[in-house]
């Protein structure tokens, strides 16, 4: 048996030659050859990060390469390349920053060039930024055309791992939502600074507390439009898919009196990670139990939840957990409904109050991968099949506030 200090003397040996690949075998303890694939992010020059395949009953428990046709086709779009002479850092700290919620499978459009967000006459789509201890992050403000002063819902989109507010907005038509039914749409940023993937870290324990790191970042931004903007009281909500999915469910772990409603897409529960390892273990077969850092609730947050059952990324198992973390024992009855929307068979779970008010919603949608739901191929990680996440996450979330 190879001593664990040798592999990390190589691994290291290895990273600083910029063979990211062979060095990643070696921790694996696997051939080096073949079994992961470079990415660099965008264009933007930052350092590469890791594309890897989950272990599945195919693969075994190794993670691999994505398919030769997926790689040759990203090589000729340009999305792979060679990893530089040299890269900053140590190897764990490189470790802790991988693209913990990329990822191919399941994606039915992933464009290379910026997306272009439409904006009807009348609307707006501004920048501003916010800073706190934690840091400064920026973000997207949507303003509908029909606002006239009147107070407004407010709406908090998270965008997954590559992604940006323009291409969220894009591909999720959130604004589309904010124009008919009268909402205030935000799209905080995650800069490659925070994470060369633009990852919301929502693996780490530290980013799973209230009044700490990203969660007060997220917090702030939506207290600042708040203060800034008539948004209307108690009508404010939280959503994000994969990577920000799983930081809209630490935001309403965390924040239950700020968000009156959460909606999570191809996401995790907040605390199924504490780290790299358990990150990869929770996308592979759901995440372990709630750390320590999660907040005691004294009610169900509402929640509702979107998962492909056929996501290679995150395993859909982890859709069950997150609405069994939402859920404080409380009497709630249960409906099951069958449906088919835009081709895709879906499976959704409603859980009701004794009003008749849905307080946790899970669709299961059938042969769907890691990608938003009746999204546009304007943005990337969607698929326009299937029911339309947006809408029906904006017509839950309506049903909620946080004054009731």
Not at 305 to 326: C, E, L, M, R, Y
Request: glycine residues 12%; proline residues 8%.
């Amino acid at each position: 048996m190879i001593r664990p200090s040798v592999d990390m003397m190589e691994a290291l040996r290895l990273t600083r030659q910029g063979r990211l690949q062979e060095a990643m075998a070696v921790r694996r303890g696997a051939p080096a050859a073949g079994e992961t694939s470079v990415k660099r992010e965008a264009e933007d020059g930052t350092a590469p990060v890791l594309d890897m395949v989950p272990p599945s009953m195919g693969t075994g428990g190794a993670w691999t390469a994505p398919p030769a046709g997926a790689a040759s086709d990203a090589t000729q779009r340009g999305d792979i390349r060679p990893p530089p002479p040299s890269m900053p850092g140590g190897f764990l700290d490189r470790l802790r920053k991988l693209d913990i919620a990329g990822g191919r499978e399941g994606v039915a459009s992933r464009p290379t060039k910026p997306a272009t967000v439409i904006i009807p006459a009348g609307a707006r789509f501004e920048i501003h930024d916010f800073t706190n201890e934690a840091g400064s992050r920026r973000y997207k403000l949507y303003v509908p055309s029909r606002y006239t002063g009147e107070p407004l819902p407010l709406v908090v989109m998270l965008h997954g791992c590559t992604q940006s507010p323009d291409d969220f907005a894009a591909g999720t038509r959130m604004n589309e939502c904010a124009e008919e039914q009268g909402l205030l749409v935000a799209y905080p940023a995650q800069p490659s600074s925070a994470n060369p993937a633009r990852c919301w870290n929502w693996f780490e324990g530290s980013e799973q507390r209230r009044g700490h790191g990203e969660p007060s970042l997220i917090a702030g931004i939506t207290r600042q439009i708040v203060r800034n903007f008539p948004v209307e009281s108690g009508r404010v909500y939280v959503a994000g898919l994969s990577a920000g999915g799983a930081a809209a469910a630490i935001m309403g772990a965390t924040y239950p009196d700020l968000y009156a409603a959460v909606g999570v897409h191809s996401g995790l529960a907040c605390g199924a990670a504490r780290d790299i390892p358990t990150a990869f273990a929770a996308m592979r077969n759901g995440g372990g139990p709630t750390t320590r850092s999660t907040p005691m609730r004294k009610t169900t947050v509402p929640t509702i939840v979107f998962h492909g059952d056929d996501d290679k990324t995150v395993n859909p198992v982890n859709g069950d957990q997150i609405i069994a973390h939402a859920k404080i024992a409380m009497d709630l009855k249960t409906t099951v409904v069958r449906g088919r929307a835009a081709g895709v068979s879906f499976l959704r779970t409603i859980q009701t109050d004794d009003t008749g008010r849905s307080m946790l919603e899970q669709w299961v949608l059938q042969g769907a991968g890691h990608a938003w739901s009746g999204g546009s191929p304007a943005g990337s990680f969607t698929d326009p099949r299937g029911p339309d996440a947006s809408r029906e996450m904006v017509r839950f979330f309506l049903q909620h506030s946080t004054r009731t």
